[in-house]
């Protein structure tokens, strides 16, 4: 039902009759999301503006035609009726039927300031496109005065900046201090070579982090790593424990399971039930690169 319901034909039909313009402004930036993500499925970023531009349009329209038909059904019944308190009778069941109908019309207006706005919509879809954007926040990430519409995504900087400002809900790190310690398994950065023994890409960093860090949930991520192998990775994670127990206080156990799981449910090679200790028999190489982030980390 659930998938029927989030069909293309169904949510353009309920979008084009404003289903959810009643809707308070957090619940229906939410659905907005949800719609915008379905219509991008066959339409463009351009196209999507111009259908609400023709929904716009098409509302306005109803309501001047309403008008014209209420003057024009008064006219005739007096002429019909020869009666003034006919024509007055009907006048009146005419201004109920044009108040429902301008009621419904008005709904459409409630959110005007979207549909107005080419620049301010533009980028309500602009952070759509991203897995980090909340649309009900959407209000705290823009300023309906000063939106500049500079490209149809967020860049990677735009969508870290949105990272550092969510709380890190795994454990008690800071959530900048978080990235800037696993920023070391980014490819595209200019960290010293002993560093870059576990590189994976901007794009699959970001999903990292939203997953483990900001949602903290164990979907699988199935990141297939440039550079690196599961001793290398496992020093990686390995450090992160030693570093949240030291410095921020985390609880000590002998297993870690948890923090087993931040690598075991993000990298396609492991397997989702090895919580085997993930600081035994560690490779040289991978010795040799733990060390490297522990003098790393002391100086930053």
Request: overall charge neutral; some cysteine.
């Amino acid at each position: 039902m659930k998938k029927l319901l989030n069909s293309y034909p169904l949510v353009l039909f309920g979008e084009t009759i404003g289903s959810k313009e009643t809707l308070s402004k957090g619940v229906r930036y939410k659905l907005l999301s949800l719609c915008l993500k379905v219509l991008s499925t066959v339409k463009t970023d351009e196209e999507i503006w111009e259908f609400y531009q023709w929904r716009k349009n098409v509302y306005k329209n109803i309501r001047l035609f309403t008008v014209f038909m209420i003057f024009f059904l008064l006219i005739m019944t007096y002429i019909l009726s020869s009666s003034l308190i006919a024509a007055v009778s009907a006048g009146f069941v005419f201004l109920l039927v044009y108040g429902f109908i301008a009621a419904t019309v008005k709904v459409e207006r409630k959110y005007a300031y979207l549909w107005d706005d080419k620049d301010l919509f533009m980028e309500f879809l602009k952070l759509n496109k991203s897995e980090l954007f909340n649309p009900e926040e959407f209000d705290q990430h823009v300023r309906r005065d000063k939106v500049e519409l500079k490209k149809n995504e967020l860049d990677f900087d735009e969508e870290l900046l949105i990272l550092k400002n969510q709380t890190n809900t795994f454990n008690s790190v800071p959530m900048e201090n978080v990235i800037q310690y696993f920023d070391i398994m980014r490819e595209n950065t200019d960290h010293p070579e002993k560093l870059k023994q576990v590189q994976i890409s901007d794009k699959d960093f970001i999903r990292f982090i939203k997953a483990r860090f900001v949602d903290n949930s164990k979907i699988h991520l199935d990141i297939a790593h440039i550079k690196g192998n599961k001793s290398s990775i496992k020093a990686l994670f390995y450090n992160f424990y030693v570093l949240s127990t030291t410095l921020y206080g985390e609880a000590k156990t002998d297993t870690q399971p948890s923090y087993v799981e931040l690598y075991l449910y993000s990298f396609s090679e492991f397997d989702k039930l090895n919580y085997s200790n993930f600081s035994d028999a560690l490779t040289e190489p991978a010795l040799a690169f733990r060390k490297a982030i522990r003098d790393f980390t002391k100086m930053h």
